[in-house]
């Protein structure tokens, strides 16, 4: 069985021949560690999404466009810096504080959408542009190596950042003042949700007909260990007909599975994400507290899920890792619809060797079913 045949299987709840060995990425920090640690100078297992030759591992295939930069962008620029940090503007015309040696996430300290004036002025960058945005693709090219992929394929880049709602806004307002203004500015959120909805349908409607696509992740990274940024009323009120409408012409194109990319708990939102016909989860962060075991008993297989190996308990020892695999992966892996990966990017305090032991002993697991 091929790897794109073999996914879908597993992944929409067919009969596989086994589940696909696949893994996300790791930190860059990570990458260098382990080198240091004996991993080849040649391989670099930072985007292991796509597959990994030396490791073993399928992957999934991309197709990408540049669906979410505004056009044109802002201009990049350096603002200051000092020995730590740097202070620059981004092609969002976002203001941003970032570590030099990429330690931590950046802080992001002002965006360009503030009231319903700087969002008429922000809107231009993307209404009218699909054809500019396009105009560079051989779309029928594009779709002829599609269709000679043995892997599944994807719209856009999973790795890289695909649409979503939450995370657009999140994007153009920032996590904070996007809080206050889903109760302050109703009218103003639902004008700006309407138009993206309507923007990405006309986006992906000329790649759509030329290319089979096979996965699209919905990328929003909307929870923390908390719970959700926004509550299931206001995901219900705001949010959920745009995904009904793009995940109903997504599966009316051939797009047979669609998945949810969030970290943290996700859980409040789980029934209305099936509502709107979302068919998985990724990663299954185990640190948010969500336990993937207790979702198969509480919702069986109503959905696939992709990751709840805990990065943590891999860094540990080879008896903690051998619990992960026999105590989590080995009972999801028999109740199906289940693709085990740790569940996000792969931090440096994981060891090569732990890591390498990891993947020996989820391969044994997956190979036997």
């Known amino acids: 069985m091929k790897t794109k045949e073999r996914y879908l299987n597993t992944v929409m709840g067919r009969q596989a021949d086994r589940a696909p060995v696949m893994e996300i990425g790791c930190w860059s920090q990570t990458v260098t560690a382990w080198h240091e640690q004996g991993m080849p100078e040649h391989l670099d297992t930072g985007n292991m999404f796509k597959g990994n030759d030396y490791l073993k591992l399928e992957g999934i295939a991309s197709v990408n466009f540049d669906a979410l930069t505004p056009c044109p962008p802002f201009d990049s620029a350096l603002l200051e810096e000092d020995e730590e940090t740097r202070l620059f503007t981004d092609s969002f015309g976002r203001k941003r504080r970032g570590d030099k040696k990429g330690l931590s996430m950046d802080t992001y300290i002002d965006f360009p959408v503030k009231d319903r004036k700087s969002w008429l002025e922000l809107r231009k960058r993307y209404e009218g ?179 709840a190996v805990d990065k943590n308990e891999i860094a540990k020892s080879r008896k903690d890792i051998d619990n992960v695999i026999n105590n989590v992966v080995s009972p999801l892996l028999e109740m199906g619809r289940y693709i085990p990966t740790i569940d996000h990017a792969v931090p440096p305090h994981v060891s090569y060797d732990n890591f390498l032991y990891y993947l020996e002993r989820k391969r044994a697991a997956i190979e036997k079913g």
């Open 129 to 307: 542009t699909v054809e500019k945005r396009l105009a560079q693709y051989d779309l029928t090219e594009l779709g002829r190596q599609a269709s000679l992929e043995e892997r599944p394929v994807t719209l856009l880049d999973p790795m890289s950042g695909t649409f979503g709602f939450y995370s657009m806004l999140r994007n153009l307002i920032g996590t904070l003042e996007l809080s206050y203004m889903l109760y302050d500015e109703e009218k103003l959120i639902q004008e700006i949700i309407d138009f993206l909805g309507d923007y990405f349908l006309e986006f992906i409607r000329e790649p759509i007909k030329h290319i089979k696509f096979d996965v699209y992740y919905i990328h929003e990274d909307m929870c923390g260990k908390g719970g959700p940024l926004m509550g299931p009323e206001q995901f219900r009120k705001f949010i959920a007909p745009q995904y009904k409408k793009l995940i109903g012409y997504l599966k009316s194109n051939g797009v047979e599975f669609v998945i949810i990319d969030t970290d943290g708990d996700f859980r409040p939102l789980i029934p209305i994400f099936l509502e709107c016909g979302v068919d998985g989860f990724a990663p299954i962060e185990i640190a948010s507290g969500v336990d993937p075991l207790e979702l198969r008993k509480q919702y069986g297989n109503a959905f696939a899920m992709s990751g």
